[in-house]
């Protein structure tokens, strides 16, 4: 017996599951969003006002996808009436980054872009320093997770939805044609059920009754870091910069406080961990080698933090995105701390799974497939 009938059940209402949940509801299909803790949670990867979207991808599989993710961008602002986006332009440098490559690719996939020499970029960022070419491509910005996240949320319960907050599903189980998810709150009867659980997915899936192969995901608690802009009135672009550590950063909105400041982060490097035994302590020596970053390469930013925090990432071997069905049970995991600029794309594309329209992206196919 259920307590609640829907055609389609999201459980996680992060990124990708909202956008999923929203995307569904504007098709006239019936929802029930799942959440264990409340939208806008701190406790995964989809919370903070500042993700990095850019179009420069070393792949140009990626670089289309971009492509296609921003028509969706405008599409999801449109509807929710919500600013989601702001653009700032983007730079790339450093040795491991090729500069020079991701130039040629650009060019071959019609990305707007400048190659310009370390003097350049200095004229005209005085407050950065390189150490070689750097490209630069407008096409490049910010976009506000918690922003997206709470506008699709809106617009689910706008469109009829449900939205169950601080409800942990215990169990997923066939029924009939569909599934019965089994909550510490209602038995939800469905149709179909998008497991969109991020960080928790490793630990989640034998217990959801998944059944498919997962392939090999690793959980690492990462750091992130303010610094305050020495000139408040200076308009900085984003910036990814690898070398010998492989370091983004960009405006950092409200995470940083009321007055000017840039996130910097260390892409690589995190620790392992679970969702649930991450400890969300800063390691101080991530601090410490951000910091030495920021005085060497970021001179117009104080090096001292104003503020931290730590996140999750979840990571694939090959640093590709999950996004697979096998009979009713679609699986949903953007990750690999590159994913919440693709999440309006996903919603689309974990929709049309939902609805058999289509097959999954073999990049993003899940390991092995069985049968309920």
């Given amino acids: 017996m259920s307590d609640l009938r829907v055609e389609v059940a999201v459980v996680g209402a992060g990124l990708m599951g909202a956008a999923t949940a929203w995307e569904l509801s504007r098709r006239g299909v019936s929802v029930a969003l799942v959440e264990a803790f409340d939208p806008g949670h701190r406790h995964g990867s989809s919370h903070g006002t500042s993700r990095i979207v850019r179009r420069a991808y070393a792949d140009p599989f990626y670089v289309r996808l971009t492509a296609r993710a921003m028509e969706r961008w405008a599409e999801a602002e449109a509807d929710t009436g919500t600013t989601l986006l702001r653009s700032t332009g983007g730079l790339d440098h450093g040795r491991a980054r090729d500069p020079v490559g991701l130039a040629g690719l650009m060019l071959q996939e019609g990305v707007p872009h400048e190659l310009l020499s370390a003097a350049e970029a200095q004229a005209r960022w005085p407050g950065m320093r390189f150490d070689g070419p750097v490209l630069f491509h407008p096409q490049a910005g910010v976009l506000d997770a918690d922003a997206a996240v709470a506008a699709w949320v809106r617009r689910v319960g706008e469109l009829g939805g449900v939205v169950l907050r601080r409800t942990r599903v215990l169990g997923i189980e066939p029924a009939g044609d569909g599934v019965?998810?089994?909550?510490?709150?209602?038995?939800?009867?469905?149709?179909?059920?998008?497991?969109?659980?991020?960080?928790?997915?490793?630990?989640?899936?034998?217990?959801?009754?998944?059944?498919?192969?997962?392939?090999?995901?690793?959980?690492?608690?990462?750091?992130?870091?303010?610094?305050?802009?020495?000139?408040?009135?200076?308009?900085?672009?984003?910036?990814?910069?690898?070398?010998?550590?492989?370091?983004?950063?960009?405006?950092?909105?409200?995470?940083?406080?009321?007055?000017?400041?840039?996130?910097?982060?260390?892409?690589?490097?995190?620790?392992?961990?679970?969702?649930?035994?991450?400890?969300?302590?800063?390691?101080?020596?991530?601090?410490?080698?951000?910091?030495?970053?920021?005085?060497?390469?970021?001179?117009?930013?104080?090096?001292?933090?104003?503020?931290?925090?730590?996140?999750?990432?979840?990571?694939?071997?090959?640093?590709?995105?999950?996004?697979?069905?096998?009979?009713?049970?679609?699986?949903?995991?953007?990750?690999?701390?590159?994913?919440?600029?693709?999440?309006?794309?996903?919603?689309?594309?974990?929709?049309?799974?939902?609805?058999?329209?289509?097959?999954?992206?073999?990049?993003?196919?899940?390991?092995a497939a069985a049968v309920w």
């Fill in 180 to 367: 019965l998810l089994r909550t510490d709150g209602p038995a939800i009867a469905a149709d179909r059920v998008v497991v969109a659980a991020g960080p928790w997915l490793p630990e989640l899936a034998p217990a959801l009754g998944v059944p498919v192969g997962l392939p090999p995901l690793t959980v690492t608690q990462q750091q992130v870091f303010h610094f305050r802009l020495r000139d408040p009135g200076a308009a900085w672009p984003t910036f990814v910069h690898k070398g010998q550590l492989q370091l983004f950063g960009l405006p950092s909105g409200a995470d940083g406080g009321s007055r000017p400041a840039f996130k910097v982060a260390q892409h690589d490097g995190g620790t392992p961990t679970t969702a649930s035994g991450r400890d969300g302590v800063v390691d101080p020596a991530s601090r410490e080698r951000v910091a030495g970053y920021v005085a060497e390469f970021l001179p117009g930013l104080d090096p001292e933090p104003v503020a931290e925090a730590s996140c999750l990432y979840t990571t694939t071997p090959t640093e590709d995105f999950v996004l697979d069905r096998v009979g009713p049970v679609v699986v949903v995991s953007p990750c690999s701390g590159h994913g919440a600029k693709f999440a309006a794309l996903v919603g689309v594309l974990a929709a049309d799974l939902v609805l058999g329209r289509g097959s999954a992206e073999p990049r993003f196919a899940l390991a």
